[in-house]
T-cell receptor, first 114, second 116 residues
Framework: GENVEQHPSTLSVQEGDSAVIKCTYS??????FPWYKQELGKRPQLIID?????GEKKDQRIAVTLNKTAKHFSLHITETQPEDSAVYFC?????????????FGKGTHLIIQP | DADVTQTPRNRITKTGKRIMLECSQT?????MYWYRQDPGLGLRLIYY???????NKGEISDGYSVSRQAQAKFSLSLESAIPNQTALYFC???????????????FGPGTRLTVL
């Protein structure tokens, strides 16, 4: 089955700096890669996703890049703000499209230092 | 607003007890999922369902069972709870609109289960 590795487990950055979280996956059949943000005590919420026919996607301060050859994808947050503090999870579809569910990384605790 | 809800939100039970966690959704989605979250382990898929007649095991289905009572309701049961089933349980839904490219999953608020 699919296996997703996520690094780092904890990331502390100064407010205003950029943050990068990296994930690798094992199954070349995976074609859907969402990123979820989970604030303390809350449910995971999708912040951005990318599909395998796209190499990069941007949404304001957030961007995701995908390298299918190397089987890795990354989340980039620029101009970090205190409200970006949360746990971030990458995921990959177990089968094409994610119909059979998602395999998640173990999460990155992002801490924004004032 | 259309939403995914879970009951109970918190539950403490004893080893050996049977317990049911319920999930309801008003999103009109066909697909429903149960995940378990443990600290430092991310979320892991327990079971998923495409409709009331289609139930599938996920990565960690042992010790769990599910029931899809209607399109909008998907229940997770622990027949005989054990302490290592203490976790945060999330239900999720998706619409299956774009199977080829990927469908967003929407999560419920979670049920925190403690087995003593």
């Amino acid at each position: 089955g699919e296996n997703v590795e996520q690094h780092p487990s904890t990331l502390s950055v100064q407010e205003g700096d950029s943050a990068v979280i990296k994930c690798t996956y094992s199954d070349s059949a995976s074609n859907y890669f969402p990123w979820y943000k989970q604030e303390l005590g809350k449910r995971p919420q999708l912040i951005i996703d990318i599909r395998s026919n796209v190499g990069e996607k941007k949404d304001q301060r957030i961007a995701v890049t995908l390298n299918k050859t190397a089987k890795h994808f990354s989340l980039h947050i620029t101009e970090t703000q205190p409200e970006d503090s949360a746990v971030y999870f990458c995921a990959a579809s177990i089968t094409g499209g994610g119909a059979d569910g998602l395999t998640f990384g173990k999460g990155t605790h992002l801490i924004i230092q004032p | 607003d259309a939403d995914v809800t879970q009951t109970p939100r918190n539950r403490i039970t004893k080893t050996g007890k049977r317990i049911m966690l319920e999930c309801s959704q008003t999103k009109g989605h066909d697909r429903m999922y149960w995940y378990r979250q443990d600290p430092g382990l991310g979320l892991r898929l327990i079971y998923y369902s495409f409709d009331v007649k289609d139930i599938n095991k996920g990565e960690i289905s042992d010790g769990y069972s599910v029931s899809r009572q209607a399109q909008a309701k998907f229940s997770l049961s622990l027949e005989s709870a054990i302490p290592n089933q203490t976790a945060l349980y999330f239900c999720a839904t998706s619409d299956g609109f774009d199977d080829r490219e990927g469908n967003e999953q929407f999560f419920g608020p979670g049920t925190r289960l403690t087995v003593l």
